[in-house]
DNA sequence: ATGGGCGGTTCCGAAAAATGGAACAACGGT
DNA sequence: ACCGTTGTTCCATTTTTCGGAACCGCCCAT
């Protein structure tokens, strides 16, 4: 393995629960001799990978992966449409809303609307969820081949909860549900308490989709509503993909300037 | 060099401006060869620093960096701390301020209040200025004897503009009016038509500081509103030195979870 | 105070990877 | 079809990495 693919899988092992790890974290975690680890941390450190924590032994991500994390753009224009799309639908029914993309076998938020009432889902903006288990997961999954979608899913499915797919065929026989609906749908999945609802948008690439997520707590969500929900955004994925190059207010996150 | 440390070098060139780059460019901005640039390239996209652009040859940072970056959490208590002072000063006054750290001779902004008024400056949030033409850059500059300012600025300095300090000694004397009145201000200095007033709050570790910083737009703002403003935020980082450990409920871009 | 235990670093020869110049291939424009 | 530009591959040389083991230093329990 060489240093550079192995300094990626350093960083792969910080997440929004492991913001530190030690040398022998890493090495316990990617199954590497302490030596290796040791001189590799401090070299990521040296090349601004990595800081060193004051007054401990820990490392963290450094300001440079902040910087790189903030400017970036899939595909703007499609994920800016997407974006102003879940805007509208967020503040119509008070929900959170957001847009995603897939990444492997995962979804990551990329954008975040915040619901207007006082129980509302906080952002998914840069977690990584496992796809099969995620109403948006299954939106982007729903547009691969059922053979990509196995290929994706080496080993058996580690459902998180009783709500998720538990196991291959039944992901298979969701996905085909959502083909032929056009959206997906989670209660109590990956997380508890909460559903949510997703459509996706293709992309100028296949594989390049991303999708328009509403999040709400269960709680306050029946029937009813949850079919208006769907319906705004069938509507607001089909106005979409019937413009595809319609031009959009820069907006979406736009990065200004100040002093 | 390394690789890891002209893997750090690459991703150094990109930029709010510069979204992606193509080997040429790299190997040009680096002056490397290319077939160097070539294959460090591809194996940074292997590793997943890099991802290749869609129909075209550029690169740009990976959804790795993006990851990253959002969980990215310096000092998370005081950072924490000033991002609620920062907010109820902006909420009190209406314009956008934000929290920032310095990096060697450059702030970036790490966490952001948006103003409520139509006019409003936007978020600085991952960008790097460097940090004597700003009034954020200043008061965390000021926190740091006058020989380790000349260290961090070995070339000489490149003023964005005419109200920027034009050279080392007016930067000096200014920092010095910093230290003595407890907060920083530019005019029209990195971005034309912004104001903005910072104060430095300390850090656990020298060097480590956070500043409180209001920016808003020149034309909205007299001298009266501008005395008033500097006084919340001197208020505001009073409070925080005063109490050093108060808990804070826990926010500042905290992030949940969704499906 | 003393001795472990634990986390981290340093050392070393063997093995593997990076380097950079030049030849080569792919592409876009005309 | 041609040219200029851009990117990739090749190769011998130089540099770095690898991983086991020995080593250091700190904290804690006895």
Redesign the pocket.
């Known amino acids: 393995?060489?240093?550079?693919s192995?300094a990626g899988q350093v960083l792969r092992c910080f997440s929004a629960r492991r913001q530190e790890l030690?040398?022998?974290?890493v090495a316990e975690l990617l199954s590497?001799?302490?030596?290796?680890v040791?001189?590799?941390?401090?070299?990521m450190r040296e090349a601004g990978f990595l800081e060193g924590i004051p007054d401990s032994?820990?490392y963290r991500p450094g300001i440079l992966m902040f910087e790189l994390g903030h400017s970036y753009r899939r595909d703007s224009a499609l994920v800016a449409r997407a974006h102003a799309a879940v805007g509208r639908v967020s503040r119509q029914f008070g929900h959170s809303g957001y847009v995603s993309i897939r990444d492997g076998a995962d979804v990551i938020g990329l954008t975040f609307h915040e619901g207007s009432r006082m129980l509302r889902v906080g952002t998914p903006v840069g977690q990584r969820l496992p796809a099969f288990a995620a109403a948006s997961g299954r939106s982007l999954l729903a547009r691969l081949p059922d053979e990509e979608v196995r290929r994706l899913h080496p080993a058996p499915l580690a459902p998180p909860s009783g709500t998720a797919p538990q196991d291959m065929a039944e992901l298979l026989a969701r996905l085909e549900a959502v083909r032929r609906e056009g959206f997906a749908i989670a209660t109590d999945e990956s997380n508890p308490g909460v559903g949510s609802i997703a459509v996706a948008v293709a992309g100028r690439q296949p594989g390049e989709d991303a999708c328009l997520c509403l999040v709400y707590p269960l709680s306050l969500v029946d029937a009813t509503e949850r079919e208006r929900m769907i319906a705004a955004l069938l509507a607001e994925a089909r106005e979409i993909h019937a413009r595809p190059g319609a031009a959009v207010p820069e907006r979406a996150g736009l990065r200004s300037a100040a002093a």
Chains 1, 2 share one sequence.
């Open positions: 393995m060489t240093t550079l192995t030690t040398v022998t974290e590497l001799p302490k030596s290796n040791s001189r590799l941390l401090r070299a032994r820990g």
